[in-house]
């Protein structure tokens, strides 16, 4: 059998890596990038870290002795995952510069197109493109008339230098969070432009000292006890709870967000600016050191105008005010909903994925959808995308596809796709647990669909796990 993956990101590398260890050595990787790793190569931005400790954001078959803090910096992980494509040969199994712009089912098998109209032939495709991926730039009058530099957060432009310069930062997302406490103590002045306020969860970033380091490596097996305990911890803590809204674990939360605030916004005026009216949780929590410290800073401005229109100058907010600027930053988020998007994908019958998703994407389980057969999706539509490790997500689907991929192998079935009728009962069931999530608690998020609703995994993380153990077959149509 022929696989092709697409996308050499945290997903793509594990799939490319997975595939040869079960014994498939026809395996391609196409990546539209020169360089394999997703989102940690596109994000570069200054403060650029993850909120997944990094023994439980890594691997579980590459653990990292060498990580420099309990939340590594992202050039770290970035450098992490191009080690790990290298060391596992995935990075000599990928065609790099090439994006997959068509991929039809015709004939039982998947025929691919890039952009350069080179094409490929797969019997089984892996759909490893990312989620938090295309930016989505905001739609605010006059944008393109600004004399100074502005980009997307995803699309940091280091040649535009900030120190000493007035920068503005549109958005308050983990994203802003992070760049803000990172350049305040380095511009001239700093004007974050807040739409919406933040709950913001403390998070201690110790570092590993060399002494730890060594042990880690003489004994990876403390490295296994951190990423057992730590996915433990956040499942607990968390992905095991987000439909019970009156968890007290819930409530813990949002009571350490508000005793943070409290504790660390010393001007009553400001700390209100700064007070969510939702609940903790309700938008993704941002878990970070330093954002209040920062703002407080004497060359830093909170303003909760709200945009009205960017002019050659600055900003210009709707109480009429113009905050003069040298720098944009919009850090406004990503096109949560594209997924494999823009890429053409049809299947059986020519059905195109954009037309069966005109209304949002769905997937079973998040991985497959009825009439795409062997087209598996990674880190897909209604996955578990909280506050966790999607490496430890992709690792667990990937397990999954393999148990359906060797049904293939053993000459069971030549396509597999879920039933219609599987996909429309998990769907039901999603939509009726999304109703009674936290992050259903009134808020708007990158959670919610455009009717409101919460895409994400409504369901406790482990009935996730127990999902993955085991392929119910009888859910799938296997010709
Ligand atoms: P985000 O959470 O979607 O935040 C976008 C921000 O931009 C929001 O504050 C939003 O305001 C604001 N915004 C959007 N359009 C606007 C407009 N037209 N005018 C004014 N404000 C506007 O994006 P993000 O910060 O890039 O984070 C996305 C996700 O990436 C995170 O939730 C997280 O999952 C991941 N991430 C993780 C880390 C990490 O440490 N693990 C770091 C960065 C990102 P509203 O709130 O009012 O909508």
Same mark, same amino acid.
């Given at each position: 059998m022929r696989f092709v993956v697409i996308g050499a990101g945290m997903s793509g590398?594990?799939?490319?890596? +997975?595939? +040869?260890?079960?014994?498939?050595?026809?395996?391609?990787?196409? !990546?539209?990038?020169? @360089?394999?790793?997703?989102?940690?190569?596109?994000?570069?931005?200054?403060?650029? *870290?993850?909120? &997944?400790?990094? =023994?439980?954001? *890594?691997?579980?078959?590459?653990?990292n002795p060498d990580w420099s803090r309990r939340y590594s910096p992202g050039a770290e992980i970035q450098a992490y995952f191009t080690g790990v494509a290298k060391r596992y040969g995935v990075t000599d199994r990928t065609r790099f510069g090439k994006e997959i712009v068509r991929c039809a089912f015709e004939d039982g098998r998947w025929h691919l197109t890039a952009n350069d109209g080179a094409t490929d032939v797969a019997d089984v495709v892996i759909a490893a493109t990312g989620v938090l991926h295309h930016p989505k730039m905001p739609e605010i009058e006059g944008l393109?008339?600004?004399?100074?530099?502005?980009?997307?957060?995803?699309?940091?432009? =280091?040649?535009?230098?900030?120190?000493?310069?007035?920068?503005?930062?549109?958005?308050?997302?983990?994203?802003?969070?992070?760049? &803000?406490?990172?350049?305040?103590? +380095?511009?001239?002045?700093l004007v974050l432009f807040q739409r919406t306020p933040q709950w913001i969860m403390p998070a201690q970033n110790p570092a590993y000292g060399d002494e730890e380091k060594a042990s880690f490596r003489a004994h990876p097996e403390a490295m296994e006890e951190i990423r057992r305990a730590t996915a433990q911890q956040f499942c607990d803590g968390f992905a095991n709870i987000v439909g019970e809204t009156d968890s007290p674990i819930l409530q813990a939360m949002h009571d350490m967000c508000v005793a943070h605030?409290? *504790?660390?916004? =010393?001007?009553?005026?400001?700390?209100?600016?700064?007070?969510?009216?939702? +609940?903790?949780?309700?938008k993704r929590l941002v878990i970070a050191d330093g954002f209040y410290e920062a703002i407080q800073r004497p060359n830093a401005r909170l303003v909760t105008d709200g945009v009205a229109r960017v002019e050659p100058a600055g900003v210009r907010t709707k109480d009429g005010t113009l905050y003069p600027l040298d720098v944009l930053v919009l850090a406004?988020?990503?096109?949560?909903?594209?997924?494999?998007?823009?890429?053409?994908?049809?299947?059986?019958?020519?059905? @195109?994925?954009?037309?069966?998703?005109? =209304?949002?994407?769905?997937?079973y389980l998040s991985m497959t959808v009825p009439g795409f057969p062997n087209f598996f999706?990674?880190?897909?539509?209604?996955?578990?995308?909280?506050?966790?490790?999607?490496?430890?997500?992709a690792e667990l689907q990937f397990d999954y596809v393999l148990k359906l991929?060797? !049904?293939? @192998?053993?000459?069971?079935?030549?396509?597999?796709?879920?039933?219609? !009728?599987?996909?429309? @009962?998990?769907?039901?069931?999603r939509r009726e647990a999304a109703k009674k999530t936290i992050w259903n608690t009134g808020c708007r998020s990158w959670y919610l669909d455009e009717t409101g609703l919460p895409t994400a995994w409504p369901f406790t993380f482990d009935r996730f796990r127990n999902e993955m153990a085991a392929p119910r077959l009888e859910d799938y149509e296997r010709r």
């Amino acid at each position: 059998m022929r696989f092709v993956v697409i996308g050499a990101g945290m997903s793509g590398i594990l799939a490319a890596i +997975r595939l +040869r260890e079960a014994g498939y050595d026809d395996v391609v990787v196409y !990546e539209k990038a020169d @360089r394999p790793g997703g989102t940690w190569r596109e994000n570069t931005y200054p403060g650029l *870290s993850c909120d &997944v400790p990094s =023994h439980f954001y *890594s691997y579980s078959f590459a653990l990292n002795p060498d990580w420099s803090r309990r939340y590594s910096p992202g050039a770290e992980i970035q450098a992490y995952f191009t080690g790990v494509a290298k060391r596992y040969g995935v990075t000599d199994r990928t065609r790099f510069g090439k994006e997959i712009v068509r991929c039809a089912f015709e004939d039982g098998r998947w025929h691919l197109t890039a952009n350069d109209g080179a094409t490929d032939v797969a019997d089984v495709v892996i759909a490893a493109t990312g989620v938090l991926h295309h930016p989505k730039m905001p739609e605010i009058e006059g944008l393109e008339t600004f004399a100074g530099a502005a980009f997307h957060s995803a699309r940091w432009d =280091h040649s535009v230098p900030i120190d000493g310069r007035r920068v503005g930062v549109v958005g308050t997302g983990s994203s802003a969070v992070q760049i &803000v406490t990172a350049i305040t103590d +380095r511009v001239g002045q700093l004007v974050l432009f807040q739409r919406t306020p933040q709950w913001i969860m403390p998070a201690q970033n110790p570092a590993y000292g060399d002494e730890e380091k060594a042990s880690f490596r003489a004994h990876p097996e403390a490295m296994e006890e951190i990423r057992r305990a730590t996915a433990q911890q956040f499942c607990d803590g968390f992905a095991n709870i987000v439909g019970e809204t009156d968890s007290p674990i819930l409530q813990a939360m949002h009571d350490m967000c508000v005793a943070h605030l409290e *504790s660390s916004v =010393h001007d009553p005026e400001l700390r209100e600016k700064l007070r969510p009216s939702y +609940r903790a949780a309700c938008k993704r929590l941002v878990i970070a050191d330093g954002f209040y410290e920062a703002i407080q800073r004497p060359n830093a401005r909170l303003v909760t105008d709200g945009v009205a229109r960017v002019e050659p100058a600055g900003v210009r907010t709707k109480d009429g005010t113009l905050y003069p600027l040298d720098v944009l930053v919009l850090a406004t988020g990503f096109q949560v909903d594209w997924f494999v998007r823009p890429m053409q994908v049809t299947g059986r019958g020519g059905v @195109r994925l954009d037309d069966l998703w005109a =209304h949002g994407a769905t997937a079973y389980l998040s991985m497959t959808v009825p009439g795409f057969p062997n087209f598996f999706m990674l880190n897909g539509p209604n996955g578990p995308v909280g506050n966790f490790s999607l490496i430890e997500v992709a690792e667990l689907q990937f397990d999954y596809v393999l148990k359906l991929v060797d !049904e293939l @192998r053993r000459g069971a079935c030549r396509e597999l796709a879920p039933s219609a !009728e599987a996909m429309a @009962r998990f769907d039901a069931e999603r939509r009726e647990a999304a109703k009674k999530t936290i992050w259903n608690t009134g808020c708007r998020s990158w959670y919610l669909d455009e009717t409101g609703l919460p895409t994400a995994w409504p369901f406790t993380f482990d009935r996730f796990r127990n999902e993955m153990a085991a392929p119910r077959l009888e859910d799938y149509e296997r010709r």
